[in-house]
Nanobody
Framework: HVQLVESGGGSVQAGGSLRLSCAAS????????MGWFRQAPGKERERVAV???????TYADSVKDRFTVSKDNAKSTLYLQMNSLKPEDTAMYYC????????????WGQGTQVTVS
């Protein structure tokens, strides 16, 4: 099992930046596919960015060229650098993990709120 704790959310003006962190605890961090998801009120959860166990990264079209996902295996921490933020990026952001594969994520953090005005 892995436990996930997000941090770094907040309020920012459009065009600003934020960096989210997701600290993982538990065995075998490097064996997990890790990702960021978000959910705005009244909307379905959206997959934002994922990094697989080989380090390959995929992004939602809506955040490409603005967001960057990265993994620090030594610190067992996942990051999401968000630049050029837009009001439509406002959502609760969740970190997720799944052993091996990048689907049907089993482990979720509690979420961190990002508000862009």
């Amino acid at each position: 099992h892995v436990q996930l704790v997000e941090s770094g959310g907040g309020s920012v003006q459009a065009g600003g930046s934020l960096r989210l962190s997701c600290a993982a605890s538990g065995y075998g961090y490097m064996l997990y596919c890790m990702g960021w998801f978000r959910q705005a009120p009244g909307k379905e959860r959206e997959r934002v960015a994922v990094v697989d166990t080989y380090g390959a990264k995929t992004y939602a079209d809506s955040v490409k060229d603005r967001f960057t996902v990265s993994k620090d295996n030594a610190k067992s921490t996942l990051y999401l650098q968000m630049n050029s933020l837009k009001p439509e990026d406002t959502a609760m952001y969740y970190c997720a993990a799944e052993l091996g594969r990048c689907r049907d994520f089993s482990y979720w953090g509690q979420g961190t709120q990002v508000t862009v005005s």
